[in-house]
């Protein structure tokens, strides 16, 4: 009844309609889940679902879900609540070597994810960058390959559905002194027109432009706000793809911490068309936990510093960047919680999940993919 439609129709609905569609990371989902639902219910606004390969994939991944656990639970959920514009998105399908037994595990992946109803994914082959390349079509031979390859894997197995595509750059490339260097509008270009060319669709690519996944810290380990996200050059590459007539617009990862003022008046709206939000529902969890059962939290805390230490970096650091680990050894005590626990996690992610479609001026955009369907 509320299945997840297209993400195709859901992008290509929205574009240029100068709004960010929301994309939540459910990684635990007792009540992240259904305070997303409603939030994004009761704004009218388009949503996105998604998990990582890392995250969720046919071995379990680090959040103890596999893609049909998640879907099935999704559904659950929505069923409740009942939205009716969400697309399901397997983000991050990430290709790390492109090797034979690489692309074969991520084509059983795939193969999960849509017989599992998923109805968009993100393949990153960023990782696959050609150093010894003398153009930038050269550089990003292996990456735009590997992209084929699996796009092409999806359509078949989609047999004439419809769905979302995402692509990126830039995870791994050149690197010069002040770290990694964003990636070019001629990158983005060049990387759209060969898929293109291959009869390969996508809607959206991730690029690097200054972003980082998780929570953020300063030099001594203090938790800061995010402020890093290149605007500038986010503009240049996304006017580039329009120059070209390419359809294509911006995903946006790693926005957690990034101060919502700065997202509503400085992110240029529908040049990014997708945010992710992932780290910001986990923080949520983990209040709750300490709140409500302070010895799993306690538990927690200490299984993250023996098992995932890092060198010489504060407690609260090494906590906050990889508790993510945690979620799969605790995956039964944490799904257990109170209900009381459940609530509050529910009202926080329903908050988050409305000041986000608020700062992503994507409230009442549902409509607009609604009348395209
Ligand atoms: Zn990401």
């Known amino acids: ?33 259904k305070g997303i639902f409603n939030a994004a219910k009761e704004l009218d606004a388009p949503l996105i679902m998604e998990l990582a390969r890392t995250e969720c994939n046919q071995h379990i991944g680090y959040t103890g879900l596999r893609p049909s656990t998640l879907a099935s639970r999704l559904y659950e959920v929505n069923e409740e609540v009942g939205h009716d514009i969400w697309a399901l998105h397997a983000d991050h399908i990430g290709i790390k070597t492109g090797l034979p037994d690489d692309m074969a595990d991520a084509k059983e992946l795939v193969q999960e994810q849509m017989d599992s109803g998923f109805t968009s994914f993100a393949i990153d082959a960023s990782h696959l960058f050609d150093f010894d390349g003398a153009t930038v079509a050269e550089e990003l031979a292996p990456n735009i390959k590997a992209t084929i390859d699996i796009a092409n894997y999806i359509t078949d197995g989609m047999s004439g559905k419809e769905y979302g595509l995402e692509v990126e750059v830039g995870e791994i490339g050149r690197t010069g002194d002040g770290g990694m260097i964003l990636t070019s509008p001629e990158e983005a270009t060049t990387f759209i027109s060969a898929l293109r060319d291959a009869g390969i669709d996508p809607q959206l690519i991730a690029i690097a432009n200054g972003s980082t996944h998780g929570n953020v810290f300063d030099a001594d380990g203090n938790p800061i706000q995010q402020v890093s996200i290149d605007i500038e050059r986010t503009k240049a590459v996304a006017g580039a793809l329009r120059e070209a007539g390419l359809g294509v617009r911006i995903a946006q990862h790693g926005i957690t911490g990034t101060p919502l003022g700065l997202i509503a008046e400085q992110f240029p709206h529908g040049d990014i068309l997708k945010g992710n939000v992932a780290t910001l529902y986990q923080n949520i969890v983990l209040d709750a936990l300490k709140e409500h059962h302070p010895d799993l939290w306690q538990e927690i805390w200490d299984w993250t510093l023996t098992n995932k230490p890092m060198e010489g970096r504060p407690d609260i650091e090494v906590f906050g960047k990889n508790v993510k680990h945690a979620l799969k050894p605790f995956f039964d005590m944490i799904y257990e919680m109170s209900e009381a626990c459940e609530a509050q996690i529910e009202r926080e992610s329903y908050k988050a999940t409305e000041a986000h479609i608020l700062a992503f001026k994507s409230a009442g955009k549902a409509e607009l993919v609604r009348q395209a369907l």
């Open 1 to 33: 009844m509320y299945e997840p439609i297209p993400g195709k129709r859901i992008f290509n609905a929205l574009l240029d309609q100068d709004c960010i569609v929301l994309a939540c990371n459910p990684r635990i989902i007792p009540g992240v889940a």
